[in-house]
């Protein structure tokens, strides 16, 4: 820039200087030489400020992109080989491994889907991961797949809206149902297991009887398929398709 800017100026004065001696009709020659010099500083000049500019909006180099196990390893203040066989092991069971946090058992764990597996490391190896009584992986062996027992929360959605209207169509006043189950916890109230492809869903609703008094009636429900074929209500078996 300042030898463009430097060039620019000096041109402009051996310039004027050249138009004044041409007035005066002294010799020119060096004035012309200058201008000469000038107009090439000015255009090396006006070059390098073109490759500063292209230089400069240029990406800059970016730093080393850390991989997924390195970032889980960071955040969850683990070693690498911690987080390269928490993430291949989950990923194997068909989880997302979470942010970790540590329970009252002193186990780290994670969520997903509403439910918590706890985690059990052996030095740089994970040796178990666990949700209450049900152990998924244990030792180097991995004994059940943890969706194949656990409903997800579409699922449970599912069968919760499923059994409620099953219900509402043996009670004598299916208007006045109350189910269990907040809007922030659908789930609260309801036992809903997966076994084998079945869906075993229980759980209580509160409704008038045939003389307008509310009462607590359980039932349980199987659903293969996605259809009821066992229907519990009351202690009274409404139907049995079972085979």
């Known amino acids: 820039m300042w030898l463009s800017i430097f060039s620019f100026v000096v041109f402009f004065v051996l310039l004027i200087w050249l138009i004044i001696r041409l007035f005066n009709k002294k010799p020119k020659k060096k004035i012309l030489l200058g201008l000469l010099i000038c107009l090439v500083l000015f255009i090396m000049g006006a070059l390098t400020d073109n ?5 400069s909006d240029a990406a800059p ?3 080393a992109v850390k991989s997924s196990e390195e970032i889980y390893a960071e955040e969850n203040d683990l070693t690498l080989a911690q987080a390269e066989n928490m993430l291949s ?3 194997d069971l068909g989880l997302s491994a979470g942010k970790l946090s540590i329970g009252e058992d002193g186990a780290p764990y994670f969520s997903q889907e509403g439910y918590t597996f706890s985690v059990v490391f052996s030095g740089d190896d994970v ?6 009584t049900m152990v998924f992986y ?3 062996e991995i004994k059940q797949m943890p969706f194949d027992l656990l409903p997800t929360t579409e ?5 919760i809206t499923a059994s409620e209207d099953l219900v509402k169509s043996v009670l004598k006043a299916p208007s006045t149902a109350e189910f269990p189950g907040e809007w922030y916890d659908p789930q609260q109230g309801w036992r809903i297991d997966k076994r084998d492809g079945q869906f075993w869903v229980s759980s209580y609703v509160d409704a008038q009887n045939s003389f307008g008094a509310m009462i607590r009636s359980d039932f349980y429900i199987t659903f293969e398929n996605e259809t009821a074929i066992y229907f519990v209500f009351d202690g009274s078996i409404v139907f049995d398709y079972r085979t």
């Open 138 to 140: 244990d030792n180097g």
């Open 127 to 132: 040796s178990k991961i666990y949700s209450g």
């Open 61 to 63: 180099t970016p730093e």
């Open 51 to 55: 490759t500063t500019v292209a230089g």
């Open 155 to 159: 699922e449970a959605i599912q069968y």
């Open 89 to 91: 092991l989950c990923t």
